[in-house]
Structure formats: structure tokens, C-alpha cells
């Protein structure tokens, strides 16, 4: 089936300095990949989606200069925190998805928590 | 907007009790529904879902039905197990956006 690598699993950074978190479809192309974050007893919230070789799109709120989105191939996307403070601290989680919008192919990763301290 | 609510957790229960989960939604259109589960250190994985209303997805012992006059997707289940512990999520995704929008879960905790 199709499997979604995340890492690391977990960071711990100092306050001011990037973290760089990637995403990668195992087995499958990932047409569009999708960046969450999620707070304790709260929702995912979509970041952004990119598109491999194309500019993401940011959802309303989130800041394109703090959180560099690279969708370099069909099977790496990479999500850069950078200059990351406190309230950077987080679980952050991507999603994969194969084939056109229609298709209900999503695939996640296992998250990762990042602490900034 | 589009979003969803679930009902607040932890939800503890002993095995082999019934299961509910309230999930409710709001959108246009008409939006296809899901439920996730996350079980500890790993990603969401779609436990089932639904593209139209009266639909019944299931799996795994679990079922929701897709309910547009009360625009809800509960997701039930018999009997549980220990092993059912885990995060629930229910979504919605709209075709405009090709977004999965999700509620803020639901931790359900099965004790023997």
C-alpha cells in the first residue's frame, strides 16, 4: 500500500534557529502533498499544499516566510521553520495524495513534534 | 465556512461497550465525509467513508452514515476492543478545493 515517510519524528531546536522537516511517498508519485499543524486537543489545520515544481499555496494566516514549503519532486516535499520561536512548538503532519482531485488517495505521515526551546 | 465538530474527549469505555462518536458538519454543496484514525506514534489512516447522503461507510466493525438532514456522521461501533484506542478524526472534503477539512478529534480510550 501506499506509505508516507516523515522525519524526523521529533526536534527539539533552540529559539532562532530552522528546522527542516521532509515528506516522502515510499512507493507512489505524490501529485499534491499537504502540510498540517496540530495543536494539543485540536484539529489539524491545513498550512499549505504544493504542487511538485510549483509554488505552494498558503492557506489564510500562515507565514510563507516562516514556513518554506519545497515540493522539489513527485516524492519530497520539505517544510522549513524558520528563525522558529516557542510558539513554533508543535505536531506537524504532511499528507500525500495520488491522482487528480477527484481521487480519495490520501496517505499520511507520522507527524513531527517539534519543541523549540 | 466549511468545518466540522466532533464531540469532546477522552471518551473511556470498557470492552465490548458500544461506541459513539458525534460528528457534525457544516458546508456547501455537497462535500464527501470521512473518519481517520490515529493510533499512537503513527499517521491518520481513513477508517471509512461516505460521497453521498444515505451512504454507510464501514470497516473494521465500525460504521457512519451520511445524514444531510441533520448534516452528521456519527461513527458507532458494537463492541469495542482494547486495541480501538486511538484518535478519531472525522473530515470533510470539497471538490472546489480538493481540501480534506478535519474536526479536532476524538481520543477514545478502551480499557479490558
Known amino acids: 500500500g501506499a506509505v508516507v515517510s516523515q522525519h524526523p519524528s521529533w526536534v527539539i531546536c533552540k529559539s532562532g534557529t530552522s528546522v527542516k522537516i521532509e515528506c516522502r511517498s515510499l512507493?507512489?508519485?505524490?501529485?499534491?502533498m499537504f502540510w498540517y499543524r496540530q495543536f494539543p486537543k485540536q484539529s489539524l489545520m491545513l498550512m499549505a499544499t504544493?504542487?511538485?515544481?510549483?509554488?505552494?499555496?498558503?492557506e489564510q494566516g500562515v507565514e510563507k516566510d516562516k514556513f518554506l514549503i519545497n515540493h522539489a519532486s513527485l516524492t519530497l516535499s520539505t517544510l522549513t521553520v524558520t528563525s522558529a520561536h516557542p510558539e513554533d512548538s508543535s505536531f506537524y503532519i504532511c499528507?500525500?495524495?495520488?491522482?487528480?482531485?477527484?481521487?480519495?488517495?490520501?496517505?499520511f505521515g507520522s507527524g513531527t513534534r517539534l519543541t523549540v526551546v | 465556512g466549511n468545518s466540522v465538530t466532533q464531540m469532546e474527549g477522552p471518551v473511556t469505555l470498557s470492552e465490548e461497550a458500544f461506541l459513539t462518536i458525534n460528528c457534525t458538519y457544516t458546508a456547501t454543496g455537497y462535500p464527501s465525509l470521512f473518519w481517520y484514525v490515529q493510533y499512537p506514534g503513527e499517521g491518520l489512516q481513513l477508517l471509512l467513508k461516505?460521497?453521498?447522503?444515505?451512504d454507510k461507510g464501514s470497516n473494521k466493525g465500525f460504521e457512519a452514515t451520511y445524514r444531510k438532514e441533520t448534516t452528521s456522521f456519527h461513527l458507532e461501533k458494537g463492541s469495542v476492543q482494547v486495541s480501538d484506542s486511538a484518535v478519531y478524526f472525522c473530515a470533510l472534503f470539497y471538490n472546489q478545493g480538493g481540501k480534506l477539512i478535519f474536526g479536532q478529534g476524538t481520543e477514545l480510550s478502551v480499557k479490558p
Open positions: 512507493d507512489f508519485q505524490a501529485t499534491t
Open positions: 504544493s504542487n511538485e515544481g510549483s509554488k505552494a499555496t498558503y
Open positions: 499528507s500525500a495524495r495520488r491522482g487528480v482531485v477527484l481521487d480519495y488517495g490520501y496517505t
Open positions: 461516505a460521497t453521498k447522503a444515505d
